[in-house]
């Protein structure tokens, strides 16, 4: 049987526009919001993530070798596919003291002079507020630029770090005093309050002042961090074959993912993605509550013409088939204009919350004028609204990150809602017996 019929009236149902606005209305703002706010989450999370990798853990590490063949080591790391950068280093915890009164703790992390360099990845994660990244000699040091605010210090000045342990007292000779004073040579942002406010970069040579300071540790960046567990097992592999090591130290060399030393807050992060999409995602219910709704109306509405598409010849799939072609538009429509304007919202963030900022501050404005000329206010408040302001947040501006997987499954969700409710709608044409319908005509 010719089926081109079924297309025919689903052309003339759908040209109607006996379509539910709303519902087209609902699935796109829920297309919408869901982009959006997937994309300043993504920003902030991978923002944190990045941080975190690229400046702070690496993605693997290997710690516990004899520190006499860290050359040799890098060498072998960054000959196995899939290595972009190797990095020895040592860091302890310590205390810093400036100008003002008081100390603040810090993580101090002894580089190689040429860390960025040999680390690109780094070097793009930090911002030079002032001065610039030099630790070439071993009184120099690159202090966070929140420490540097709360110690009075500014590049050029001169900062004492102190070993926690040597704080507590005690040595292991002349030469492990536990403290020792620095020359700043700049001060870095991450955009991370962590490492802003309790980071300081010395010469790795300058560590061994530091009694405390902790085994020689070399980290390794991947090109990506995904495919840890095959490079680190690549890795271990080269390491073996090479026969660097001796049969003890062979033992003693220990590997580890960025899994293992920050499981913990990657898991809340994609747990908190989850429920995010999960609460957003409900829009989509009701949504398609909504289109079902108003289906069975529009079946019970058509019962005479679809007796007589049954009469004379209509499967009752294929007149199911033009109720679904209906709610297909619906879904098309709605999901289609919210992926539009969700990628042009996040694609310009920065602008739309401006937008949104100016708007209220001038409605903000209108209404402080009027109360001040009725004399219900004796002046103007103080500041301004802002979504995101610098006082709470420790940000500059809004991270924005479209991931493009995630907005093709956002508008799968609002195509099937539609889609879904219009097929399950429609089963309601099944009951209707084109000779009962024709004779009561």
């Not at 209305?25 to 993504?42: F, H």
């Not at 004899?66 to 990095?87: F, R, S």
């Not at 026969?243 to 590997?255: D, K, R, T, V, Y």
């Not at 301004?384 to 990150?401: H, W």
């Amino acid at each position: 049987m010719n089926k081109r019929w079924i297309w025919f009236v689903a052309a003339r149902y759908i040209s109607k526009k006996r379509r539910n606005p709303l519902a087209v209305l609902g699935i796109a703002t829920g297309v919408l919001a869901l982009i959006v706010i997937l994309a300043v989450m993504n920003g902030f999370q991978l923002g944190f993530i990045e941080n975190i990798l690229e400046v702070s853990s690496y993605h693997l590490r290997v710690e516990a070798f004899p520190a006499e063949k860290t050359q040799d080591l890098q060498n072998i790391m960054l000959e196995t596919p899939g290595i972009t950068a190797a990095v020895p280093f040592r860091e302890f915890w310590g205390l810093a003291r400036g100008r003002l009164a008081g100390q603040q703790p810090v993580l101090v992390r002894g580089l190689p002079e040429n860390a960025l360099e040999i680390d690109p990845a780094m070097a793009d994660r930090l911002e030079m507020e002032s001065g610039h990244f030099d630790i070439s000699q071993p009184r120099y040091a690159v202090l966070g630029a929140e420490l540097a605010r709360r110690l009075g210090l500014f590049a050029g000045d001169e900062v004492t770090l102190f070993s926690i342990t040597g704080i507590l007292g005690g040595g292991y000779g002349d030469e492990a005093t536990g403290s020792e004073t620095f020359r700043i040579t700049g001060l870095f942002r991450t955009g991370h309050y962590e490492y802003d406010s309790g980071w300081a970069f010395i010469n790795i040579e300058s560590t061994r002042a530091f009694f405390d300071a902790d085994d020689l540790v070399l980290g390794l960046k991947i090109n990506n961090r995904f495919n840890d567990r095959h490079i680190m097992a690549a890795a271990q592999r080269n390491v073996e074959l090479s026969g660097l090591l001796e049969a003890e130290h062979l033992q003693a060399i220990h590997f580890s993912s960025w899994r293992d030393y920050n499981r913990a807050f990657f898991n809340a992060l994609r747990t908190e993605k989850l429920f995010m999409f999960i609460l957003v995602g409900l829009i989509f219910i009701v949504v398609g509550l909504n289109i079902y709704q108003a289906q069975r109306r529009a079946v019970l509405e058509r019962q005479e013409e679809i007796g007589l598409l049954r009469a004379v010849g209509g499967m009752e799939r294929s007149v199911r088939f033009v109720f679904v072609c209906d709610g297909a538009v619906v879904g098309l429509t709605g999901a289609g204009a919210g992926l539009v304007f969700g990628l042009l919202i996040s694609a310009n963030i920065q602008a739309f919350f401006s937008g949104i900022e100016t708007l209220v501050n001038t409605v903000i404005g209108f209404l402080n004028t009027a109360a001040l000329q009725l004399g219900l206010i004796d002046g103007w408040g103080a500041g301004g609204f802002a979504i995101f302001s610098p006082a709470v947040f420790y940000i500059r501006e809004i991270p924005s990150r479209i991931i493009p997987h995630e907005v093709a499954i956002v508008f799968m969700f609002g195509f099937l809602s539609s889609l879904l409710a219009a097929w399950f709608a429609s089963g309601k044409v099944s009951k209707i017996q084109p000779a009962e319908v024709l004779r009561s005509e």
